[in-house]
Structure formats: C-alpha cells, structure tokens
C-alpha cells in the first residue's frame, strides 16, 4: 500500500479552522509530505496531538490519532509506541503545550528516546487562548497579560534538549516548505526521539515573530560547513543568542531508540491466549 | 497451648524487620498453618520504630488481634510498643550483650529469653544473621520444626549462592541450641503444630499484579507512592516473561497517559497509585473516559488529605473516584475485600474496562495491600481466568461500521452504548480520539443533537453492565437476622471474625460486604427488611453510608474507623453492639 500513499491521504475532510496564513498550514503539509514520503500510511500511523491552535492537526489529519490533555501529549505518544512498535507515531503541539505545562514531559521524553518524532509549532504566544505570552516569548513581548512583556528570559528548547540528553535536535520555518520537509523526515528517520522545533507564526496575535523576521534572521546550516554529530558545536549553536538557526543541529548518529534497549518488539495488543497466559501458575507457586 | 498464635519482630527501620518477618511467616505458611500478617507502624512515638506481626493458625485467619505470645525485641522501644499485648506467659527475645538492650526489665509474668544474637551471629559467619538466630530461638520457643525454617531462608538467600544459605540455617541452629542448652527449664507451653496443606502467601499488592498478568495486561506504568509501590515491583521482572513492559514514569500524570497510549494502542494497560496520585490522574481519567478507552486505574488508599498519614490505613478515596474530575463521566469502580479478592477483582476489572471501553477504578486499601494472608493455591485458578476484549473489530468486520464515504465509527451510536473498537493497523479503522465532544467518527462537534448522542451513549454503557453483569454484594452471617451491617473493602475480614464474639453475645447479624461500588447493588429491599443498618468504614465521613442513603432513602448508623488504623474483631465486635443498642456513634476521634 505505502507505494501508492500520497500526501493527500493524510488529510482529513475537515477544513482546518486556521486564521488565514497561519504557520500551522505550511507545518502539517510538511509533516504530511514526510510521512508519506517515508513509506507511512494512515493506518499505521499514529499522531498525538497537544491542546491549542496547534494541537487541532489531529483532526486536520487522517490517522489513527489522539488529541490528548494540555501538556501531555509526549507520554500518550511513548506508551501508544511502547505498546506497539510497529506504528509511526508522532506527536504534535505548540510551544505552551510543550515547554509550559508540559516541560516535565518533554525533558523526560528527551532522556527515555522513544522512536517517535516530535514536532512543536512554535509560534511565541499563545494563539487558542487569544494571545498571552508564551514560555519562548521574548523578554519585551508586550501582550495581554504581561503588558510590560513577561520580564523573564524565554525557554530555549534546544538548549533544554541538548542538556537532557536529546540524540536528535533540530529546526525548522514553515514557510520553507522543502527544508521543512526534508528536517522532519529526518526526525522520522532517527532512531530515538527525533525533536523538531519549527518556527510556525501566527499571524494575527504575534507581531514581532513574524514570516519577515525568520525569513530575515533564520541561518540555514545546510548552508555552512555545519557537522550536526559534533555535540560541542552543537552546543554553541544552541546556546547562541544573537542567531536563529534552521536544519538539525543535533543527532546521535549512535542512538538507539528505548525500544531496541528494552527489547520491545511485538505488538501487545496481541492476547494470544483464551484465559491466563501459559504458565502463569508459576506465579502463583512462587509463594509457598 | 492456644490454636491461634501472634509472632512479632520490631526493632528500628533498616534492622531487616520486614524481611525477617517474612522468613518465619512463610516457613509457618510452608508448614501448612494459616498466616495473616500485619506491619506496624507506631504512629503514637516519632521514630524509626517498626514491627513485623505474624497471626497464625490452623484455622483460616482473617483480622489482626491485641495479642502477643512470643516478640522478637531488637530494641527496648520494641517492648514499650507491645506492652499492651503481652500477657502472662508471653516470650520475649532479646540480646541483652547489645547496648541499648542491656537494662530492659522483662516483666516478672513473662518468659524472659536473653540470647546473645550478634555473638552466635558472628559464629555462623557474620553479625548481619542476628535476626535469623532470633528465628532459630523463636522456633525452639514454640517446638516448631527447624526443617521448614531452612526452606524459606532457601528461598530467601537461594540467590545469593548455597554458602549464604547454609550459614543462614547455621545461625539459626545456633539460636535454637542456645536456648535448648541455657533454657531447659524455660515454662514454653507454645507448640506450633503443622498440617499437610500447602498453601501460598501473599499481599494485596501482589495479587493485583498477578491478577494483571493473569489477565493479559501487557502494559504499566505508575509512579512510586506508598502503599500502592509494590504493584509495579511485583510487576517488573515478570511480566516481561509474558511479553509486557514496566515504566516508571516522571510522575502520575504521565504514568496515566502513558498507560493511556498503551491502550489506545490496544494492549491491557494498568496504572496503579495512591490518593495525592489519584488527583494528579483525575485530569486525564476525563480524556479516558470521553475517548473510551478501557484501562485500569488502581488506588491503594491510605490516610489523606494531601500527603496525610502514608503508612496508615484509611478508605477516604472512595467520593474522588466516584466523583473525582470535571464534567460527567461513566465509570466503574471495583473495590476488593480480600487479598485473593485483589487477584479476581484485577481480572474482571480488564474484562469491565474492555467489553464496556471505559476506566475503571480498583480501590484497594492499606490494610490489604500490606497485608499478607495464606489461601489454597486454588483460589487463584488461573484456568478460570477468562478473557472479554469486547467489540473488536478487524478489516473484515469494520466495513459494518464505515460511513458510506469509508470513514470508521469509533464511538457509534448503539442501542447498549458500547461502539466497535478498532486497534491501529486495522485497514479502515483510521480514527481520531479526543477529549473534545465528538461526532460517530471521533470528529469534533459542538451539534446540540450529537452531544446529547453521546453523552446518553456513554451512560448507557452503565445501565447495560447492570443488566449483563452480576453486581451483588459477598453474604455473611446469619441471613435472617434483624440487623444488617453493611462493609466495603478490607473490613470484611475482621467482621467475619467479629461475627464470633457477635454470636458469643447472642447478636445475631447479617453481613453484606459490597466489591462493587459503582455500579453496585441496589440493597433497598435489604434495607427495609431489617430493623436496622450499620455502615462500616475506615473513614471519618461514611462516604460508602451516604451513597447507600441516597440510594435507598433510608438513614443507617454508622461505625467510622480514621485514626490510620484498620479494625480489629473485637474492637468491631464491641462497636457494633454498642451502636445497635443505640449508644456511641463515631469509635476514634
Ligand atoms: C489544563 C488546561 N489549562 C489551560 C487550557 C487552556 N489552553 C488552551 S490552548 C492553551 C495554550 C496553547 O498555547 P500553544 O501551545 O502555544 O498553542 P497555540 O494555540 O499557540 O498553537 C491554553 C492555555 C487548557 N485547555 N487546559
Ligand atoms: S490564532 Fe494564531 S496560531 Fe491560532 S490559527 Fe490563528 S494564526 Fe494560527
């Protein structure tokens, strides 16, 4: 079947409710484009979808998927892969859902590498909820609930990936439709937790991190001379904080995924038996 | 020589009590007597005390007692502990050559056995068997047969190589002889005596996970928390033998949406924690049950609110997991009333969750999960464990619940509320699931019409389990008495062992202990044939009272038990009679 899957079959009928040129457009046809492009279908596909403008992609897309809880996504994504590793799983969401409420999940999603990739469409504001300042809002940004801007230095995923142990880290525009693509396929392709933070604007509450500004300020690395398994230039790369770069920035060509360490390869939904499993009165005798 | 007989180690936290208690309740349990075992926790002193206690018979036992005859003391806080049930005759062994011992006064009416357990220890082969030498003169205190001693420190130490275990049978022959030799004429009119019957101990905690097992449950994932910790030790490093995987999670709410995933992906999923985790879970129990997925939720209840008392008893839970989280949501809750209970009660909560795709709760208890007891092998007959995945559907079946246009209907409109489920990588079944109100295909809708659909489906899987499934309370007593009490989790044990002082008092009850707490069993016909009614519960509030009173419009008399402590028969027995003679109310302030 995966010979004949097109992009399009990825798409639901559902016409996205999106304000008009919002970044999400550009980050899911990518995220479509990937998967399709390495050899997925939608009924072996699983997308997690977070809470947000961003986290509505699970019902603009045909999979099976899930639209989870604010913040939680990645743990719903880990335990659908853990249980089956078979599917494509990918977890999608915005940089509130991710980096706020759900931080703890990311950093530890980081650690226990789960092959799974996690796209988050970083827009530095909260779009649903109608503009209040994100966790990688500037220090400036001057929105309804920080009208002098939050006074806070933002969060710098990369960063926070990087220094969790993360084997795959990069960087994306949604508007470069063809890098986009190309990253996330990449991120699929990792064996481990492939993380890509794309820069996916919204256009009707973020004036200052606009498709100009990225356009303007993004540093492509497939441009340079840019060795993305070296970790001590990668660390400079993410910790520099006069520059924005885009392409991956970070991957453990050695990472092997928690499923190969944990030897999980079957699909458990399997119950291959009619009652108790074969043997397990050993469990019951092993308390004499 | 009494048939009933209480065995105690305590000593400080980190003095290998638990483990070596353990040790003497499985050779007594390898010997074919009965075992109950409780662990102490001293909540009257601040401190690290910590005892171990072995109640055991050749008669089924099912409740702790006030009594001790024979304590292992490793410190004198130990016999300060106990005091209160020692009694004449009682044995108390010590090491007087350790410091802190050597000025301890044992009572005049005792049996007062100084051994000098490091010193015999150091014999065997090193200081650390003390406790096994204290096991060696507790079993020539009650003429009990040191062969079976040697098999549980076999199945102890077996790991650890045949020269630990043979130095471990040396220190407790040397304790044995010790007090053979220095107490010929020690009064010790203890005689365990042993049976034929084999019979296998074990915790509540343990019997939910063997339970999980049994069931075919592949997938947990919790977060660490007395008392329900256990569940996933007992898990880890078994049900990997039966192709299944334990995660420790960064916290209960991703142990909950892992578990989440797991079943989404169509493997039986289980989570197990305790209240302060239960509230952390309850945000995404909502997503659970809105996207009808069946899993497992289990809660070891123990004193709260917030962290509470961790290592006490309490049944305080039971409001948050009938009403816990926002919105309405259909659910099943399960509570076990025994250990052999928690096995049974964790299979059919998987059957429960699958055939009606919804979370259900198992509320275990303190009291239980700690808590060790004996029963014949047979009572977890792994060939009457039966599995129900409900309505699966695969590619040959899934075009029955396509739109015209192919899309599948994960949450169909049916007449018994339950939809067909669809595993990923089933062709044709590509869904979405969300906690947003849905249309059939799991689309979201905000249509007045479809949202009534829905909700009305989602209850009706309640009143479908009533009619196909048997909900009704577990009978004791006298089935014509007057007066009803009524129970729910792990108190049942201690009433059936009240219902003898009951009798030597000429009360006559009848005993209704209920595993099903939603949906559960309508008792109104029982209410109104009864003179009166009595609500048992380890709570302050009678939040199992309150539900039955709504339930049958009927007002009952309440027992509430909330000091961290579980009841004991007599104590019960005692609280029983007086509440129907209408005296006292709430025992323990
Ligand atoms: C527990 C919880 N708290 C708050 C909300 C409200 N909420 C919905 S979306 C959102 C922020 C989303 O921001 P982001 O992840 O950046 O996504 P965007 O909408 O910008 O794509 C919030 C706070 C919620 N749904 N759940
Ligand atoms: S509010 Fe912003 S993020 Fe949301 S859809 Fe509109 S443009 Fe996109």
């Known amino acids: 079947m995966s010979s004949q899957v097109r992009f399009t079959d990825f798409k639901s009928d559902k016409q996205p409710t999106w304000c008009p040129g919002c970044g999400d457009f550009g980050t899911m046809n990518g995220m479509m484009k990937a998967l399709a492009e390495t050899g997925n279908d939608p009924d072996n596909t699983f997308v997690v979808a977070g809470i947000g403008c961003s986290g509505k992609i699970g019902t603009y897309m045909h999979s099976y998927a899930i639209h989870g809880v604010h913040g939680r996504a990645l743990p719903v994504g880990a335990g659908v892969k853990m249980a089956n590793p078979d599917l494509e799983v990918m977890v999608a969401g915005g940089d509130g859902d991710g980096y706020s409420i759900g931080a703890g999940h990311f950093v530890h999603a980081v650690r226990r590498n789960v092959d799974m990739s996690y796209v988050v469409m970083d827009n530095r504001i909260y779009g649903l909820t109608k503009g209040q300042a994100s966790p990688t809002s500037r220090e400036d940004f001057e929105t309804s609930t920080t009208p002098e801007g939050p006074q806070q230095p933002p969060v710098n995923p990369l960063a926070l990936a990087l220094a969790s142990g993360a084997t795959f880290i990069a960087q994306s525009f949604s508007s470069d439709a063809l890098r986009h693509q190309e990253i996330v396929q990449k991120a699929i392709e990792h064996d481990g937790f492939g993380f890509v933070n794309v820069f996916s604007p919204c256009v009707t509450f973020n004036d200052v991190d606009t498709y100009d500004y990225f356009r303007d300020s993004l540093v492509d690395l497939q441009e340079t001379d840019y060795d993305p398994t070296d970790r001590e230039a990668a660390k400079e790369k993410v910790l520099d904080a006069d520059k924005e770069y885009m392409g991956v920035l970070y991957q453990d060509e050695e990472s092997q995924s928690y499923e190969q360490t944990h030897g999980l390869d079957s699909d458990m939904s399997d119950i291959d038996h009619d009652g108790a499993p074969e043997d397990a009165m050993d469990l019951v005798r092993e308390f004499y | ?589």
């Not at chain 2, 989440?260 to 289980?270: D, K, T, V």
């Not at chain 2, 997503?287 to 997925?293: D, H, I, P, Q, Y």
């Not at chain 2, 299979?347 to 429960?352: C, D, G, R, T």
């Open chain 2, 1 to 589: 020589m009494p048939a009933d007989f209480n065995w105690a180690i305590g000593g400080e936290a980190g003095d290998g009590i638990d483990s070596t208690g353990k040790i003497f309740a499985q050779a007594l349990s390898r010997a074919g007597r009965h075992v109950f075992t409780s662990k102490d926790f001293a909540s009257r002193i601040r401190g690290g005390y910590t005892a171990y206690k072995v109640r055991t018979s050749t008669e089924k036992v099912r409740s702790v007692v006030d009594r001790l005859d024979v304590l292992v003391a490793l410190t004198p806080r130990t016999i300060e502990e106990n005091m209160d049930e020692l009694h004449d005759g009682s044995v108390i062994i010590y090491d007087g050559d350790r410091t802190t011992m050597a000025d301890v006064d044992i009572p005049e009416n005792m049996v007062d056995l100084d051994v000098p357990l490091k010193a015999l220890a150091e014999d065997a082969g090193g200081a650390i068997m003390r406790n096994v030498v204290a096991l060696g003169a507790a079993c020539e205190a009650t003429s009990f047969d040191i062969e079976h001693l040697d098999s549980s420190l076999k199945k102890r130490f077996g790991d650890k190589g045949q020269a630990i275990v043979e130095n471990n049978k040396q220190a407790a022959r040397l304790g044995q002889e010790y007090v053979q030799e220095n107490y010929p004429d020690a009064d010790l009119d203890y005689e365990l005596e042993t049976t034929d019957n084999d019979y296998v101990l074990l915790n509540g905690d343990e019997a939910i996970g063997m339970g999980a097992i049994a069931a075919g449950c592949k997938y947990y994932a919790g977060y660490p928390i007395t008392p329900a910790t256990d569940v996933m030790t007992y898990l880890k490093g078994r049900i990997e033998h039966f192709g299944g995987h334990v995660v420790q999670a960064e916290d209960e709410l991703a142990a909950i949406n892992l578990a989440l995933g797991a079943a989404r992906a169509g493997a039986r999923s289980m989570t197990a924690t305790s209240g302060p985790g239960i509230d952390l879970m309850t945000e995404t129990f909502g997503l659970v049950a809105t996207s009808e997925t069946p899993l497992v939720i289990v809660d070891v209840m123990r004193s709260g609110p917030s962290t509470g008392m961790p290592t006490k008893q309490e049944q305080g839970d039971l409001n948050m997991l009938l009403y816990g989280g926002h919105g309405e949501i259909p659910r099943f809750v399960l509570a076990p009333t025994t250990v052999n209970e928690c096995f049974w009660k964790t299979v059919e909560a998987f059957n429960l969750a699958e055939k009606y795709q919804t979370p259900v709760y198992l509320a275990a208890d303190l009291a239980m999960a700690v808590t060790e007891q004996t029963f014949e092998p047979e009572a977890f007959d792994m060939d009457a464990v039966e599995i129900d995945r409900g309505k699966v559907v695969d590619e040959d079946t899934i075009e029955d619940h396509q739109t015209e246009s192919g899309g599948f209907k994960p949450h169909e409109i049916t007449d018994d509320g339950v939809s067909p489920r669809a595993f990923p990588g089933t062709a044709g079944g590509a869904h979405m699931s969300t906690g947003l109100e849905h249309d059939e295909q799991g689309r979201r809708t905000e249509d007045t019409e479809m949202r009534v659909k829905q909700v009305d489906k989602r209850n009706r899987k309640v009143e479908t389990a009533k009619e196909r499934e048997d909900f009704s309370p577990r009978e004791f007593g006298d089935p014509d008495a007057d007066n009803l009490i009524v129970t729910w989790g792990s108190n049942e044990g201690t009433l059936v062992e009240a219902l003898e002082y009951l009798d030597d008092d000429d009360v006559d009850v009848r005993i209704l202990s209920c595993p099903y707490i939603f949906p559960r069993a309508d008792l109104t016909e029982e209410f109104e044939a009864a003179d009166q009614v009595v609500v048992v519960e380890c709570n302050a509030t009678g939040q199992f009272a309150d539900v039955v009173e709504h339930d049958t419009l009927q007002r009952v008399k309440r027992i509430n038990k909330y000091d961290g402590v579980q009841f004991k028969a007599d104590e019960l027995a005692n609280d029983i009679k007086e509440t129907l003679a209408g005296e006292g109310q709430e025992v323990e302030a």
